[in-house]
């Protein structure tokens, strides 16, 4: 399912249709930011983290249709403007608010929403996660779709998903074919961020120095106390609390 198909009774999804423009600072936030991901690159222990703080708001997958699809049915909403609009209101804290977005529904969201023009450079922060380890990367994103085990948390619980050998979880076998198909989609998904930001940056050359590591968040995000440091990508992170 496309991001445009969940919002069947709304107008079709078109260059007069999409979202313009969004008024951040009367719906009292501050700081809009994007986290741009790849699959198991540590998006989630970052988000949960900055989530737990109560400093950055709740950046979650708000354009994932799993995450959508529920929200729009509890609030009972049936176009994407508003849906946007109730994902910055009910999510935002101290005037910050985020999601984080893999590159294919990246280019999904552009059917919806002008990006440049609701995230100008000059008012939005973008962090950029990738893994080091492109190549470990593509092995964990083929094992976890197909044992259906995505995480694993410290109190022992699971985030399952059903998967062609689920019942074998972690203990799935990966062969070379699913391997190398992961990495050709991590290595596609690389290219559609960096292209456009590449793109960007010729309009609008604020949007040249614009992608930044996630090792920069507590810069960009405002100064508290940090957190001992998290490995993320490969560095030693502080995340702020």
């Known amino acids: ?47 949960h983290l900055l989530g737990d703080t109560g400093l950055c708001g709740w950046p979650d997958e708000y354009f994932n249709e799993k995450c959508l699809l529920p929200l729009c049915e509890a609030w009972e909403i049936f176009n994407f403007p508003d849906y946007f609009a109730a ?53 964990s994103y083929a094992k976890a779709k197909k044992g259906g085990v995505w995480h694993l948390y410290a109190d022992g619980g699971e985030a399952r998903t059903d998967a062609p050998e689920a019942a074998i979880g972690p203990r799935a076998r990966i062969d070379d074919g699913e391997w190398w198909r992961e990495l050709l989609l991590l290595l596609r998904g690389e290219r559609i961020v960096e292209a456009y930001f590449a793109e960007a ?19 960009y995000l405002g100064p508290t106390t940090t957190l001992p440091p998290v490995a993320l990508n490969g560095s030693a992170v502080g995340i702020d609390r």
């Open 201 to 219: 940056a010729q309009r609008d050359s604020a949007m040249a120095a614009a992608l930044r590591r996630p090792e920069s968040c507590r810069t």
């Open 1 to 47: 399912m496309r991001l445009a198909d969940c919002f069947p009774n709304g107008p079709p999804a078109t260059a007069d249709t999409r979202l313009r423009c969004f008024d951040w600072a009367g719906h009292g936030i501050a700081i809009p930011y994007v986290i741009f991901t790849t699959g198991r690159c540590g998006s989630t222990l970052l988000t």
């Open 87 to 139: 994902i910055v209101d009910r999510s935002a804290t101290n005037r910050r608010f985020g999601f984080e977005i893999d590159p294919f529904r990246f280019e999904q969201l552009h059917q919806m929403a002008a990006f440049g023009e609701v995230f100008p450079a000059r008012e939005a922060v973008f962090f950029w996660m990738t893994r080091r380890d492109i190549v470990g990367q593509a092995w």
